[in-house]
């Protein structure tokens, strides 16, 4: 299989958006991230939003993560016990490793660094062709790249026709299109599925 670029793979991912804020919250509670993503912002069109930050985690300490951006820029964002943290699933700051991509939004500070919110670890937003179907996986296909979509017992959910989220995933079909929430693994083109969208 073949390995897509980090850069091209989470290009393709959307944050801050009604959609990724609603795939999310189908699998817990997120009403942080929800109030972030609303949040008015008064920042001039086509100007870099202060406050929030993309990138890869380059190294972490106890409630601090070094985060290089897809333009190369270094960031610091501090952890705290508020900040809200989504890793698959709602989970604790520990669950950030070296390596993983993020979305982070916050306040910034007068040092630069960034205090976080929220933080979205290895989250990607992608409209598939759902091209096979195995028993614990899916093979997708996202604008010609292939990608595994790996199957999580008591995560993994699927919302038909915009009904509320369930877990039996029988109606979902080979040759259909699909909308998926996931949690890319790193340096892969594999992604564990939260929730996928698809019309029954």
């Known amino acids: ?10 290009s393709s ?7 990724t804020v609603v795939g999310a919250s189908t699998i817990g509670s997120f009403a942080p991230e929800a109030a972030a ?3 008015k912002l008064d920042v001039e069109a086509g100007a870099p939003d202060p406050n929030f930050v993309e990138g890869r985690i380059i190294s ?9 951006s897809s333009d190369r820029s270094m960031h610091q964002i501090h952890l ?26 916050g306040v910034r500070m007068p040092d630069g660094t960034l205090a976080a ?5 290895n989250i990607v937003n992608l409209q598939v062709h759902i091209t096979s179907i195995g028993r614990n996986m899916m093979h997708l296909d996202h604008h010609g790249d292939r990608i595994v979509g790996h199957v999580v017992a008591g995560t993994t959910a699927a919302v038909y026709n915009s009904t509320p989220a369930v877990s039996d995933l029988s ?12 949690a890319w693994r790193p340096d892969t083109n594999e992604v564990d599925l939260a929730t996928v969208y698809a019309a029954a």
Not at 1 to 10: A, E, T
Not at 60 to 68: A, E, N, S, Y
Not at 171 to 182: M, T, Y
């Open 171 to 182: 109606l979902l079909q080979v040759g259909k299109h699909a909308q998926v929430i996931g």
């Open 60 to 68: 972490l300490q106890k409630g601090l993560l070094m985060v290089t």
């Open 13 to 19: 991912a959307v944050l801050g958006t009604a959609t």
């Open 37 to 39: 993503a609303a949040r």
């Open 1 to 10: 299989m073949d390995s897509l670029g980090r850069r091209k793979f989470l």
């Open 80 to 105: 705290t016990g508020a900040t809200s943290v989504w890793k698959l699933r709602p989970t604790t700051s520990d669950a950030a490793k070296v390596g993983d991509g993020l979305y982070a939004r």
């Open 117 to 121: 919110d929220a933080i979205w670890l």
